[in-house]
């Protein structure tokens, strides 16, 4: 039966229904924990969903099992462990004692994760303890414990969940929880009650964007239909146009490349020249030489996370009516306004001068923040707190 529900999950895997994928592989883990690829679907799935909290703790949980070696899984950790140390090394020493690894890999992993040991040790020297869980900083064995949305899914009786989530759908402050729910309960009444909320213009902007997101991953294909700003959207769910996702929409990568080679030509990795020659051109890629020397300018992660969160949710919360990308320099400058002003307010530093003054770029971050009005509410915030802890 497992193999059964196993395939399933591949072939929901590969419609990109990644919330249909992700019950099916935990449904199989149930009924046979040693089934590897199981472990490997559901955290790829979890993963594309971009549910980092709910994959840590599918890894950590993976790592309990005397299950074959798997690389995949070990890109994975990497990737959802890099600001948690102390899980890391517990994660790779596990691996280092899989069937499977050879005699290079067991080295590396035991070298990685005294590496990672040492690294631990010393944010607990600087910062306690007790900091580092608040930052959620854990061990493997606490993410391991953690409950996610699945272990409640599988452990009540059906009618049980439903009805929980038709409470939590008419509360204003739990209807994207239903809505993350229901993308991963491939059933009619999900369906249904997805659809209702694209519909639903008394809830959120963003969270009916999300709502529609939901139906594709839960395997629903065909036309749905969105409500937004009194009027009605049809939504091809087979190919959706403007681009259905869950991370930075691609029409957005020219921008964020502009916003990078900016701040490359400010830090003296490319040439004024080079910039100019660029910087207003509406190419979806940049010369693979000038891509490799943006690799080189230091943008550090906290700033480009910011941006990306800021156009997420404009995207989201106006979604389908989202501006075509024209202008990425005008756009660039606009993402570069909103990185400066964080840096500013929360960072204190702002090392890269002055950005160019532009008034189409103005209209973008205006657009783009009218989406996140307490923006600059945090960041002041942020300040005063800073201003009073240095007296």
Same mark, same amino acid.
């Given at each position: 039966?497992?193999?059964?529900?196993?395939?399933?999950?591949?072939?929901?895997?590969?419609?990109?229904?990644?919330?249909?994928?992700?019950?099916?592989?935990?449904?199989?883990?149930? !009924?046979?924990?040693?089934?590897?690829?199981?472990?490997?679907?559901?955290?790829?799935?979890?993963? %594309?969903?971009?549910?980092?909290?709910?994959?840590? /703790? +599918?890894?950590?949980?993976?790592?309990?099992?005397?299950?074959?070696?798997?690389?995949?899984?070990?890109?994975?950790?990497?990737?959802?462990?890099?600001?948690?140390?102390?899980?890391?090394?517990?994660?790779?020493?596990?691996?280092?004692?899989?069937?499977? #690894?050879?005699?290079?890999?067991?080295?590396?992993?035991?070298?990685?994760?005294?590496?990672?040991?040492?690294?631990? $040790?010393?944010?607990?020297?600087?910062?306690?303890?007790?900091?580092?869980?608040?930052?959620?900083?854990?061990?493997?064995?606490?993410?391991?414990?953690?409950? +996610?949305?699945?272990?409640?899914?599988?452990?009540?009786?059906?009618?049980?969940?439903?009805? =929980? +989530?038709?409470?939590?759908?008419?509360?204003?402050?739990?209807?994207?929880?239903?809505?993350?729910?229901?993308?991963?309960?491939?059933?009619?009444?999900?369906?249904?009650?997805?659809?209702?909320?694209?519909?639903?213009?008394?809830?959120?902007?963003? $969270?009916?964007?999300?709502?529609?997101?939901?139906?594709?991953?839960?395997?629903?294909?065909?036309?749905?239909?969105?409500?937004?700003? !009194?009027?009605?959207?049809?939504?091809?769910?087979?190919?959706?146009?403007?681009?259905?996702?869950?991370?930075?929409? $691609?029409?957005?990568?020219?921008?964020?490349?502009?916003?990078?080679?900016?701040?490359?030509?400010?830090?003296? =990795? #490319?040439?004024?020249?080079? &910039?100019?020659?660029?910087?207003? /051109?509406?190419?979806?890629?940049?010369?693979?030489? %000038?891509?490799?020397? %943006?690799?080189?300018?230091?943008?550090?992660?906290?700033?480009?996370?910011?941006?990306?969160?800021?156009?997420?949710?404009? &995207?989201?919360?106006?979604?389908?009516?989202?501006?075509?990308?024209?202008? $990425?320099?005008?756009?660039?400058?606009?993402?570069?306004?909103?990185?400066?002003?964080?840096?500013?307010? =929360?960072?204190?530093?702002?090392?890269?001068?002055? +950005? !160019?003054?532009?008034?189409?770029? #103005?209209?973008?971050?205006?657009?783009?923040?009218?989406?996140?009005?307490?923006?600059?509410?945090?960041?002041?915030?942020?300040?005063?707190?800073?201003?009073?802890?240095?007296?």
């Amino acid at each position: 039966m497992s193999q059964d529900v196993n395939g399933l999950g591949r072939h929901y895997l590969q419609a990109e229904s990644y919330g249909a994928s992700a019950f099916c592989f935990y449904r199989a883990i149930l !009924e046979d924990p040693n089934n590897g690829n199981a472990w490997n679907g559901l955290v790829l799935s979890l993963s %594309l969903m971009r549910r980092e909290n709910d994959a840590q /703790t +599918i890894l950590a949980r993976f790592a309990r099992h005397p299950l074959p070696y798997d690389k995949d899984m070990v890109t994975f950790a990497l990737m959802m462990y890099q600001q948690s140390p102390l899980a890391m090394s517990e994660w790779v020493r596990a691996m280092s004692i899989r069937f499977g #690894v050879n005699a290079q890999e067991r080295e590396a992993f035991t070298q990685m994760a005294e590496d990672l040991e040492l690294n631990y $040790t010393d944010l607990v020297s600087r910062h306690g303890e007790e900091v580092l869980k608040e930052q959620g900083m854990f061990s493997l064995e606490e993410f391991a414990d953690r409950k +996610i949305e699945l272990d409640w899914l599988m452990s009540e009786p059906i009618d049980t969940v439903y009805g =929980v +989530i038709q409470t939590w759908l008419e509360d204003p402050e739990s209807v994207l929880s239903a809505v993350r729910m229901l993308c991963m309960m491939p059933d009619v009444r999900s369906e249904k009650l997805l659809r209702r909320v694209c519909r639903n213009e008394e809830v959120d902007g963003k $969270t009916r964007t999300h709502a529609l997101l939901a139906l594709r991953w839960l395997g629903v294909r065909g036309n749905a239909r969105i409500h937004k700003m !009194e009027e009605s959207f049809v939504i091809n769910l087979d190919n959706p146009v403007p681009e259905l996702t869950v991370s930075v929409p $691609t029409a957005y990568k020219p921008v964020l490349d502009r916003m990078k080679l900016w701040i490359a030509k400010q830090q003296g =990795v #490319v040439t004024e020249e080079e &910039y100019e020659q660029h910087a207003s /051109t509406d190419e979806v890629d940049l010369p693979a030489e %000038l891509a490799d020397k %943006l690799e080189q300018a230091d943008v550090p992660s906290v700033l480009q996370e910011v941006v990306h969160a800021l156009i997420r949710s404009a &995207y989201d919360q106006y979604y389908p009516l989202v501006p075509g990308i024209r202008g $990425t320099r005008q756009w660039s400058i606009a993402l570069l306004m909103l990185m400066k002003d964080y840096a500013v307010g =929360v960072m204190n530093a702002w090392p890269y001068g002055e +950005i !160019e003054k532009d008034e189409t770029a #103005v209209l973008h971050r205006n657009w783009i923040i009218s989406a996140s009005r307490d923006f600059y509410d945090n960041i002041e915030i942020a300040r005063k707190l800073r201003e009073s802890q240095l007296g």
